[in-house]
């Protein structure tokens, strides 16, 4: 849109558009084509050379079709804008907009949506979104009339579906073949693919006709005896992007479960996240449907195991410092950190887990003698201010990475900044630990702690999470789990923690088995329950 393109036809608009599109915001898109290149014995040039002019073609003919007087202008500024902070996300990060994360940005507060502000999202968001945006807005278009206009645009569009018909005559096999063998590619074209994922997400929030809700478990009841005289007190500490290779318990060469060591917990070997969001993950962990046949949907209208615990007379608590809970703590009594109630730990925008200890001790000290899960959900390791998760005198790993724009950092300094949120995320793990044994003469203690879900780090050019299960890097999806019990619960519970040890050592489990061992190792009998996945019913001795 230079000077002398100051006066544009709609065509001439629409092609200039295409053009920039395919130069600028698809250019991860060609990062995917060249390692698709570099993976193939041989390749025909022509055919790579073809793929921009095909791409163009398509994108004009769409965009044709938006281009309507009066609309042209609003319609391209937005999806511009749109397509700039895609882009961003998509070059620096490797972020596929599919429709889990389109739910994952929806369900992002303000204090988390900054941490993704730095130099070089504004400058991306100026130089690839305002200016264009801008350019737009200040172009002039010259509008034929009505019929002239339609068939111009008729002619136009045409012309792009024959330049699509001369590349599919002479390449149609090698699109179909290079597609197949790179599935990853239509998730990265800019902006079709967001584009299509905010409608799909639209529709199933806001168009379709909510499920009926339903209830599970109503049967359920709680079969501990209570031999001793003591409840039993459980403490699930929901993780937040904690991935199992940064796990001094798994092989790491860090010393990140330093705190833990002591406790003596038990470390389940190769367990995998159900999705690679908290907005996924955290709703599908809590549901009995496993991680093939979820739906959100349907998750989102039926009980998950907390209500059935509650069904079951369990006395329940869920203490939040991350995102919420994502609809699993609805309808049991839930505290969401304020983010300025600690001036200590606290920043106005986030706070370190550290807070959640001081809530857990008030909900101990007014816990009922009765049977108690305790939930935290903790920040852990979110990115990618992963810097501000821990106090300094925790910063043990050093040169760290204090900046939000982690792909500028080096390797070296990103990994030690990431490996003091794990370390600190153990450290809290440690001091719940410590907690509950002060309990031991009034409760029959124990401890589960599971991530819910993982995190890139630089590895395949990926950085976060969010990547589609099916395409997921085992960075993403493989987390940790650690469990701790008291030798009271060990005896009261009638568990082998011999055969424990082994089973988790084994490993091969996921979050598809949270349902049922939560049932399972709060005595809860119910229709719904499947002993099949409870983790710790094979371990419990007497057991079926």
């Known amino acids: 849109m230079l000077s002398r393109f100051k006066i544009l036809t709609i065509n001439q608009f629409t092609l200039t558009i295409a053009i920039f599109y395919v130069c600028i915001f698809n250019v991860p898109f060609f990062y995917i084509v060249q390692k698709g290149v570099e993976k193939q014995a041989e390749v025909d040039p022509f055919f790579i050379a073809s793929i921009p002019l095909f791409l163009t073609f398509v994108l004009s003919f769409i965009f044709s079709l938006f281009s309507v007087k009066y609309l042209l202008k609003p319609i391209f500024i937005a999806m511009t804008i749109l397509s700039s902070s895609v882009f961003f996300a998509a070059l620096q990060y490797g972020v596929v907009f599919d429709t889990g994360m389109i739910e994952n940005m929806a369900q992002t507060n303000q204090a988390e949506a900054f941490t993704y502000i730095n130099f070089s999202s504004v400058l991306n968001f100026i130089l690839t ?59 990265f074209i800019v902006p079709t693919y967001v584009i299509a994922s905010i409608a799909k997400y639209t ?92 739906d959100a949907r349907r998750a989102q209208a039926q009980d998950g195991v907390l209500d059935v615990l509650d069904h079951a007379g369990i006395q329940q608590v869920w203490l939040d410092n991350d995102s919420g809970c994502k609809g699993v703590c609805d309808r049991i009594a839930n505290i969401t950190i304020k983010q300025d109630s600690s001036p200590e730990l606290c920043d106005g925008h986030s706070c370190y887990d550290q807070v959640l200890l001081d809530q857990l001790d008030k909900e101990l000290a007014k816990v009922e003698h009765r049977d108690t899960l305790i939930a935290l959900h903790i920040m852990g390791s979110h990115g990618p201010t992963y ?77 976060l999470h ?79």
Request: net charge positive; charged share 20%; proline share 4%.
């Open 203 to 294: 529709n199933r929030h806001y168009f379709q006709t909510p499920l009926n809700y339903q209830q599970q478990g109503l049967d359920a009841v709680n079969t501990h005896t209570n031999s001793t005289g003591k409840p039993n007190l459980m403490v699930l500490v929901v993780g937040e992007t904690a991935r199992a290779k940064n796990y001094e318990y798994y092989g790491y060469d860090k010393p990140t479960n330093s705190h833990t060591k002591k406790h003596g917990v038990t470390a389940f070997k190769n367990m995998t996240s159900c999705g690679t969001a908290t907005a996924v993950s955290v709703p599908c962990m809590f549901s009995n449907m496993k991680r093939e046949n979820y």
């Open 387 to 463: 810097y501000l998760r821990y106090p300094q005198e925790h910063k043990r790993f050093v040169p760290d990475c204090p900046r939000s724009d982690i792909q500028n950092c080096s390797d070296q300094a990103l990994m030690n900044t990431y490996d003091n949120t794990i370390l600190y995320t153990d450290y809290i793990i440690s001091q719940v630990i410590d907690k509950l044994k002060a309990e031991s003469e009034k409760f029959n203690t124990g401890m589960i702690y599971m991530s819910d879900h993982g995190e890139s780090l630089g590895e395949k050019g990926l950085y």
């Open 129 to 187: 979104g305002l200016i264009p945006a801008f350019l737009i807005w200040k172009v002039k278009i010259a509008y034929k009339p009505f019929m002239k206009e339609a068939i111009h645009k008729l002619g136009f569009m045409l012309m792009m579906l024959i330049g699509v018909g001369v590349i599919g005559f002479f390449y149609y096999q090698s699109y179909v073949a290079f597609g197949r063998n790179n599935d990853e590619l239509k998730r």
């Open 466 to 544: 969010g990547s589609p299960f099916v395409v997921a890097p085992d960075e993403q999806i493989k987390i940790p789990m650690l469990t701790w019990f008291s030798p009271s619960f060990v005896t009261e519970n009638r568990l082998d923690q011999v055969c424990l040890g082994e089973k988790a050592n084994k490993g091969g489990f996921s979050h598809d088995n949270l349902f049922d061992s939560l049932l399972g190792i709060m005595n809860i009998k119910t229709s719904v329950y499947d002993k099949k996945l409870d983790l710790f019913n094979s371990c419990r001795l007497g057991a079926s």
